[in-house]
Each structure stands twice: as structure tokens, then as C-alpha cells.
């Protein structure tokens, strides 16, 4: 107890070190007055489908070439689609009543509006490698948002005011006639992009007291936040086109206009609302507000990360809390077992008592079976442990990455390439490993147990992650994966992971077979009725809530950010509480092998991994708990990919708490009966 304290300790205080510490390698970009500052568009997301589409999937304003960005595997994984815009920025530069463009809105191009409203759909853009946010409230404290809404509904509560639409039609499984005639539909059209900036500290601004300490230095400005203010106006204009419609260079708007001492320039309070029958003149406009601010640049993440989110407070004594009620529960069990286990060695051990000692009944009778193989699959359980010990390395060497910074959010999908990775490189672990217990079962197949090592559970999450793909390619999201980053995995798996898990297996094979404390009889013993309470479903379903409740706080805080499209990035927290789940899962498997073995039933080795690993039992109820109380997805669809991939994340918990469950109590094993003398 005390060395996990002291542990704890060292990580919370290195987590506050390392606080200020910016990715190594990213260095800032600094701007001249007047200087070009690109705007990309990213894509569209909502919490409700769950499915990312491409920004220029709505009929939004697109220059001639949008030119796709470079992107990494994580951020294809995760559906951004990183393009050029219209949005034209100059560094400190303030633009009012801009055009982006003017575009003849048909029917379908405002059904698609309207869809994308109903379904919440925010806007993704990105400047200086900045995420745009938005400025709202919850419950009088100020929150920070990701991304803007496409658009704001209203329902028609005034009978009177409601609208018959003839000519409407169902587009996406949606009732459109039923949507326009109960809510009206409001395009977020114009656009205040606000940026705020912090001077370069290499110069001095030449416009202050003393002027440029170096005039061959030009005055430079780095951009610490970004955020968009939107909203619908329903533009007017004079000399338009002979239908009444925006001609660029000619038309001039009599609705946006700069006012001396006015915060805004529109003038009008009209929306441009969205009916889905006939066609629309619609402008899209925006302005520029630079603002200057003390954030530094090296914390201008903060916001992103940690600041004005009204769950902070909660967050941290939750998860106090928690380490707190776990480490006390653990340490009460290993007082409890090692007392009993001390005066049971020290008994059979006693050589006055021997005869009597020999007689007791207990895990002493049955050293002569402890350490046969399991009856069921010995190679599917080498393969689990294997598969078990890559993924925990895996996440291990990820947090590690982390903490140091540098997997920073500064470098997009940085996250997700980096366990794609580190899971491909730990290869050769899962197969020495997989290779020592198989060989230790006395197995003699090694090869269809390499190729089980090296395939079964990247296949399973392969083919899960096919499945989905294939729908969000059905559906035209941004989210399927493109064929070239389908390619780029398979490579990883098929020419790296594969070998290094066939050299690992080598190494394995060629070391010595592991030597157990006892020898194992040649016909195995009897094993007496067991009680009720003893039985394989009741122990599994026990032992899997003392380690659930070691992360069930975190895990909440990992769910909102995955599906609510949040940045998580305590993982100094998240490290303790890996810490706590490991010495749960320790405990609560070696207590209930030791229980076992003292009713005299040594099938231990399946009831230790699934003991541990059933907390991902309760992880996928968890899951669906969370769709029922915090999510509103909607949709067959949504709902499918939701529950496929909590099925495999429950999956790789399964196996990376059911490793930790088996090592820990063939360890004990190992130990208690080393201890005792056996003839």
C-alpha cells in the first residue's frame, strides 16, 4: 500500500510538472500583420447519428479546388477530412460584412440543411492547428464547445403558425412533411470567427512605447483561440440578378453594413429559414475579430482541455474518492488472505503435526493437480494471455507517451496512430509469451498457436471494424475508412505485427519449460460438490465488480469524450487508476483461486482470467446504461455502430483483465505451494 501511495504521489506531481510542456517538435507559427492565416474546413459531427460527414457534403460555400490535406492514420480513423475553405484571414486584420459566397439553395439542398439541424450537427473548422470552439452556458457557469451548429430549430407552438407543406417528402428515413409542419428551420449563414493572439516575445510591437527593439525584425502575433459566434440572417440586398438573386460584384447587401460604435453589422433580425419546397437566395457571409490575450501560446490547449468544463470539480473527487475505497478494500483482502495463508503453511509445515497436517482438507491435498492443464483449449488460453499482455504493454507505453506530451492534441490523431503503433511493435511479446504457457501446457502444435497469437484477435476486431465501415460507406460518411488507410493497416498487421509475433514464438519455444513447485499426479483427483455461491457464474460475476468500480468514474469521463466528440486528456489520473485496476484484479482473482483451492476444486486456470476479465461484463452494461441515461442516438444505424464498438472495446478489456488475473494468481500458486513440503 504504501509503494502504490508513494507511486501515486510521484505520477500526480509529474503530471503537474509536465503541465506546461508542449509537444517536442512543434514549434509555433508566427504571423506579420496582414499575413494570410489559412482556414480549413474539417467535417461535420453529431452526438445523435454518431456518423462524421465531410464538411462539403452540405451544399456550403467550396472554392474551385479544396485540396485534401495530408492526413495520419488517426485522423482517418476518426473521419476528419481536412480541405481548403472560402473563409479568407488576414493576421490582425478585422473583416466585416465578408462574402463567402451566393448560392440558388434547391429543395434538396435545404432538406439536407434541415436534416443536418434535426440531427444537431456541429461544424468543424481548424485554424493554426486550432479546433474552432464555441462560448456557451450551463447552469450559470461558462462552457466550451467544439465546433458550431449548422443551424437552430424552434418548435411551432402556435397552431395557427404552423405550415402545411404539400410538396414535402422523406429523405433519410425521415418524415420532412411532419419535421417543417411542427418546427422552423433557421441556416446558420453568417459566421463571427473570433481569434484571439498573443504577441511574439522575440519583438516588440512597433506601434507601443519604444518601438521595435530590433527594426529588422517584422512584428509577429501567435494565435492562442479560436472560436465562431454563428447566425442566421436573412440577407437583403439591391441590384440583384434578374431573378432576384446575389450577382457578386454588382449586388450590394442592405443587411449587413459597419456601423461606427455598433458590436455587429447585421442590421436585421430576419432568419433564413429553411422550406424544403422551391428555391432559395441565400448568402453566406462572416466577419473577423482579433482580440488580443494573455494566454500563452504553450497553454493555449488548456481551454480545450480542462478549463470552464462544469464537471471538473466532480471529476477530480470522484476519482479521489474511488482510488481511495479501492486501495482500502485491497489491502483489507491481502491482510485477511495472508493471515490465513501464513498459519496454513506454518501448520502443514510443522513436522510434530505432520500426520494430522496431511489429513486436513483444504488446497494442501490438492498440490498433486494444481498445475495440470486446463481441461478446455490450453491453446486458445495461451493465445488469450498472449493477446493479453500485447494490448496491456500497449496501453502502458501509450500512457507513458502521453504523460510526457507527446501525444499532444497540437498534432491531430497523434492518439490513435500512436496505439496503432505501439500495438503493432509489442508483437514479439504476445507470441513469447503465448509460446512459454502453451509450452508449459506441454502443447506440441506451436505453429497453429503462433498463427492463433498472430491472428485471432486482430481478425475479430479487423472484421468488427470491416463490418462498420462498410455501413458508413453506405451511408456516405467521412468516418469509412479510405481504401489506402485500409491497405496501410493490413501492412502493419500482415508484414510487421505477424513477424515480430512468429519471432517472439521462437524465442519462447526455444527457452526452458517453466518448472512448477509440485509435480502433477498421473490420474487426476476427484473433486467434491461444490456450494451454490462456489459456482463458476456466481464467483465470475462477483469478481468483476470491485475492478469495474476501480474505473467506472474514469470510464464515464472516456465515454462523454468518445461519443459526446470531447478532448480527454488527463492521463495522469487515468495512469492511477490503470494502477488500481491492475492491483484489483490481482486480488480479487488470487481471492477467489485461493476460495477454490480451499474447496478442493483445482480448475483454476480459465476461473482466474474470467474472474478478472468479467469486469468487461460490466463495462458493456455500463455502455448501455450510458446510451439510455446521457446519449440520444437515434437511429437503427447510430445504434449499430454504438453497440459494435463497445463490444469490441469490452472484448479487449476482457482480455487485458483476464491477463492480469491469470498471472496473478499463477504467481500465488507458485508461491504457496514452493512453500509447503511435499514428499
Known amino acids: 500500500f504504501r ?48 456518423m462524421p460527414y465531410d464538411f462539403y457534403s452540405l ?39 465578408e462574402i463567402a459566397c451566393a448560392k440558388t439553395l434547391t429543395a434538396a439542398d435545404k432538406i439536407a440543411f434541415i436534416n443536418a439541424i434535426e440531427d444537431e450537427y456541429r461544424v468543424h473548422w481548424i485554424v493554426d492547428g486550432l479546433p474552432v470552439g464555441q462560448l456557451g452556458q450551463h ?60 504577441d511574439d516575445h522575440t519583438v516588440v510591437d512597433p506601434s507601443t512605447v519604444g518601438g521595435n527593439a530590433d527594426s529588422n525584425l517584422p512584428y509577429t502575433i501567435r494565435i492562442v483561440n479560436f472560436r465562431a459566434e454563428p447566425y442566421s440572417v436573412h440577407h437583403t440586398w439591391n441590384n440583384g440578378g434578374k431573378d432576384g438573386e446575389f450577382v457578386p460584384g454588382t449586388s450590394t447587401l442592405t443587411s449587413c453594413e459597419v456601423k461606427k460604435g455598433s458590436t455587429s453589422p ?21 466577419e473577423v475579430v482579433w482580440q488580443k490575450s494573455d494566454t500563452l501560446w504553450t497553454n493555449r490547449w488548456d481551454l480545450y482541455l480542462t478549463a470552464s468544463n462544469p464537471n471538473d470539480r466532480v471529476h477530480w473527487f470522484s476519482i479521489s474518492n474511488s482510488i481511495v475505497i479501492v486501495l482500502f478494500l485491497s489491502v483489507t483482502i491481502a491482510t485477511i488472505l495472508i493471515k490465513n ?10 513436522s510434530s503435526n505432520i500426520e494430522e497436517a496431511r489429513e486436513e482438507s483444504g488446497w494442501k491435498l490438492v498440490h498433486g493437480d494444481v498445475f495440470r492443464a486446463p481441461a478446455f483449449s490450453p491453446m486458445l488460453y495461451s493465445v488469450f494471455v498472449g493477446s493479453g499482455v500485447q494490448l496491456f504493454l500497449m496501453i502502458v507505453a501509450t500512457l507513458f507517451f502521453a504523460l510526457i506530451g507527446l501525444l499532444s492534441p497540437a498534432n491531430r490523431g497523434s492518439l490513435t496512430t500512436g496505439l496503432l503503433i505501439i500495438y503493432v511493435c509489442m508483437g514479439s511479446f504476445a507470441g513469447y509469451y503465448s509460446s512459454i504457457i502453451y509450452k508449459m501446457f506441454r502443447g506440441t502444435d506451436w505453429r497453429r498457436n503462433t498463427l492463433l497469437t498472430a491472428f485471432l484477435f486482430p481478425s475479430i476486431i479487423f472484421c468488427g471494424f470491416f463490418f462498420l465501415n462498410c455501413i458508413l460507406w453506405s451511408e456516405g460518411s467521412s468516418g469509412a475508412v479510405p481504401f489506402s488507410t485500409l491497405f496501410t493497416i493490413l501492412f502493419l498487421w500482415l508484414c ?83 494502477i488500481v485496476l491492475v492491483v484489483t484484479c490481482a486480488e480479487i482473482s488470487i481471492l477467489m483461486t485461493y476460495f477454490q483451492l480451499c474447496n478442493e476444486d483445482y480448475h483454476w486456470w480459465w476461473r482466474s482470467f474470467i474472474t478478472a476479465g468479467s469486469c468487461a461484463v460490466y463495462m458493456f452494461l455500463y455502455a448501455i446504461w450510458y446510451n439510455l441515461t446521457k446519449l440520444n442516438i437515434t437511429g437503427f444505424v447510430p445504434t449499430i455502430i454504438y453497440f459494435t464498438y463497445n463490444a469490441l472495446a469490452a472484448f479487449t478489456f476482457f482480455l487485458i483483465t483476464g491477463m492480469i488475473g491469470f498471472f496473478a494468481s499463477f504467481n500465488f500458486n507458485t508461491i504457496i505451494y514452493g512453500s509447503i513440503k511435499v514428499d
Not at 433580425?269 to 422550406?275: A, D, Q, R, V, Y
Open 266 to 286: 447585421i442590421t436585421t433580425t430576419n432568419e433564413l429559414i429553411m422550406s424544403p419546397t422551391g428555391n432559395t437566395n441565400a448568402v453566406f457571409t462572416y
Open 139 to 198: 447552469e450559470g457557469e461558462a462552457l466550451f464547445q467544439r465546433g458550431y451548429p449548422v443551424g437552430s430549430s424552434k418548435e411551432l407552438k402556435d397552431i395557427k403558425k404552423k405550415v402545411n407543406i404539400a410538396g414535402a417528402s422523406f429523405l433519410g428515413g425521415k418524415d420532412i412533411k411532419s419535421m417543417v409542419a411542427n418546427h422552423q428551420y433557421a441556416l446558420n449563414n453568417h459566421i463571427k470567427v473570433i481569434i484571439e493572439y498573443n
Open 496 to 578: 510487421v505485427s505477424v513477424p515480430l509475433v512468429v519471432l517472439g514464438s521462437f524465442f519462447g519455444y526455444k527457452r526452458e519449460a517453466v518448472n512448477h513447485p509440485v509435480r502433477t499426479n498421473q490420474i487426476p483427483r476427484a473433486i467434491p460438490p461444490q456450494a451454490w455461491y462456489l459456482s463458476p457464474t456466481v464467483t465470475c460475476a462477483l469478481g468483476g465488480i470491485l475492478p469495474f468500480g476501480a474505473v467506472a468514474v474514469e470510464l464515464y469521463f472516456i465515454m462523454s469524450a468518445l461519443w459526446l466528440h470531447q478532448i480527454y486528456y488527463i492521463f495522469g489520473f487515468l495512469f492511477l487508476v490503470l
Open 59 to 97: 451544399p456550403f460555400c467550396k472554392p474551385k479546388v479544396a485540396g485534401l490535406q495530408s492526413e495520419n492514420i488517426g485522423e482517418a480513423l476518426s473521419g476528419d477530412r481536412i480541405e481548403n475553405s472560402v473563409y479568407k484571414l488576414e493576421a490582425k486584420t478585422p473583416k466585416s460584412c
Open 341 to 350: 495463508l501464513r498459519k496454513d503453511i506454518a501448520q502443514y509445515n510443522d
Open 3 to 50: 509503494m502504490i501511495f508513494q507511486i501515486a504521489i510521484f505520477i500526480s506531481s509529474f503530471t503537474y510538472l509536465i503541465h506546461g510542456y508542449y509537444l517536442p517538435g512543434v514549434s509555433p507559427n508566427s504571423y506579420e500583420m496582414g499575413e494570410d492565416v489559412k482556414l480549413y474546413v474539417s467535417k461535420l459531427t453529431s452526438t445523435k447519428t454518431q
